[in-house]
C-alpha cells in the first residue's frame, strides 16, 4: 500500500515538497480566518474564493478592481532576512489604488512564488498579507503557494496580489468635478513605502550600511526604517467621504509628484506644490545626499513624505484638516489648483523657497 510520503516521493526529489505545501495552508487558517467579512462564503483551500457583497444602499454598484506586486524591495526583506511587512506592501499597493475612486474594498487574493517553500518564512509573509487585509477592511479570500524549484534564487520569492472593491457609479471619483481654487491636501507617507527601491539598494550598498546599524537621524534600525510598510488609508479616506465631497484623489507611487497627480486632474488645470509645507523624514533626506539628488529628482523617484493626496474644495478645507488631526492622521495643505498656463505646460508645479538647495 502506497503511503502519501511514497505518492510525493518522485516530485519531492524533483524539488517541489508536496507536504511543505499542505503544512502552510494548514498554519495559515487561522490567520486568513482572522480577515473574514461578513460577505465570506468560503474558507481556503477550495479552488476559488466565495464573496457575496452587501449591495444595499447603492443605486448602481460597480466592481473596481487592481493588482500589484511589492518590486524590489523585497530584495531588502531577503537580505535583512525579515519577512513579516512585505505582505503589508503588497495590500497596501492595491487598496490604496482603488481607494483613490472611492472604492470600498471587498477582498484580496495572493500569489506567493518560490524556488523551496520555506514554510516558517511563508507563514510570517502570509500574516503581513493578512496584517495589511485587516488594516484594509479587506477579506483574505485566498491565495495561491507555487513553489518553482530553479526559478528563484534560493531563500528567494516573489509576491503579487489583486483586490476587487466596490463602489456606486454615481460616487465615483475620477476627479473631473476638480475646479480652479480647491486646496491640495496631503497626507504623510511612512517612508518610502514601495517605490524607488531600485535605486535605495544601489544607495544603500554605496553607504556600507548594514540592517542592524541605526539609521541616520532616526533611533532605529535600517531595516526598520527601509522595510516600514506602505501606510493603508482605507479607514481614514472613507471616514473622510461619509461626510465630505472629496473631489480628487491619489496613490502616489512610482513616478511621485510629477506623474501621479496629472492623473486626476482636468487638462485645463495644473497643481503647483508649495515644496517644505510638509515633514520630510530622514529616511528622503539621508537619501537625497547620499546620492546627490536634487530635489525634483527626489519628487519624480519618492513620494518623499506624502503618501496620498485629496483635491476638496476651500469651502470645507478647515473642516477636513480638523477632521484629519481628529483621526491621528498627519496632514498638511500642500498646494491649489490653478488655470494651466498652456498646453505645454506641466500639470504639476513645485514652487521650491529661494533658500532651497534642489
Keep these: 500500500m502506497y503511503m502519501p510520503e511514497d505518492r510525493a516521493r518522485a516530485y519531492t526529489e524533483a524539488g517541489v515538497d ?32 466565495l464573496f457575496k457583497p452587501d449591495l444595499s444602499g447603492m443605486e448602481d ?38 481607494l483613490v475612486q472611492g472604492a470600498k474594498p471587498l477582498f484580496f487574493l495572493d500569489y506567493f512564488a518560490t524556488g523551496k517553500l520555506d514554510v516558517d518564512k511563508a507563514e510570517q509573509v502570509v500574516a503581513g498579507v493578512a496584517e495589511g487585509c485587516r488594516r484594509a477592511r479587506s477579506a483574505l479570500l485566498g491565495g495561491e503557494t507555487a513553489e518553482m524549484p530553479s526559478m528563484y534564487a534560493d531563500g528567494e520569492y516573489d509576491l503579487a496580489g489583486f483586490c476587487v472593491g466596490i463602489a456606486d457609479n454615481s460616487r465615483i471619483v475620477d476627479g473631473s468635478g476638480i475646479r480652479v481654487h480647491d486646496v491640495v491636501i496631503g497626507l504623510a507617507s511612512t517612508g518610502a513605502h514601495s517605490n524607488g527601491f531600485t ?26 526604517v527601509l522595510l516600514e510598510p506602505t501606510a ?67 519628487l519624480q523617484i519618492f513620494n518623499t513624505g506624502i503618501g496620498y493626496v485629496l483635491i476638496v474644495s476651500p469651502d470645507i478645507q478647515e473642516d477636513v484638516m480638523a477632521r484629519l488631526e481628529a483621526l491621528n492622521q498627519p496632514a498638511w495643505v500642500i498646494g491649489s489648483i490653478d488655470r494651466r498656463a498652456g498646453e505645454d505646460v506641466e500639470q504639476v508645479q513645485v514652487a521650491f523657497p529661494d533658500e532651497c538647495s534642489c
Design 199 to 224: 535605486l535605495i539598494r544601489k544607495i544603500l550598498e554605496q553607504s556600507g550600511l548594514s540592517g542592524n546599524d541605526i539609521f541616520p537621524g532616526t533611533e532605529r534600525t535600517v531595516a526598520d
Design 232 to 298: 493603508i488609508y482605507v479607514e481614514t479616506v472613507r471616514n473622510l467621504q461619509r461626510d465630505f465631497e472629496i473631489k480628487g484623489m491619489v496613490h502616489v507611487t512610482g513616478g511621485g509628484f510629477y506623474d501621479n497627480l496629472p492623473r486626476v486632474l482636468p487638462s485645463t488645470v495644473q497643481a503647483n506644490i508649495k515644496f517644505g509645507s510638509w515633514d520630510i523624514a530622514p529616511v528622503f533626506q539621508w537619501l537625497k545626499e547620499q546620492d546627490n539628488l536634487s530635489w525634483p529628482e527626489m
Design 61 to 98: 454598484p460597480v466592481l473596481v478592481a487592481s493588482t500589484d506586486g511589492v518590486g524590489t524591495k523585497l530584495k531588502l526583506a531577503f537580505l535583512f532576512d525579515k519577512h513579516d511587512t512585505v505582505g503589508i506592501d503588497l495590500v497596501a499597493m492595491s487598496v490604496n489604488d482603488i
Design 18 to 49: 508536496i507536504n511543505a505545501g499542505n503544512a502552510l495552508v494548514n498554519r495559515i487558517k487561522s490567520i486568513v480566518a482572522n480577515t473574514h467579512t461578513n460577505g465570506v462564503l468560503s474558507d481556503i483551500g477550495g479552488f476559488g474564493g
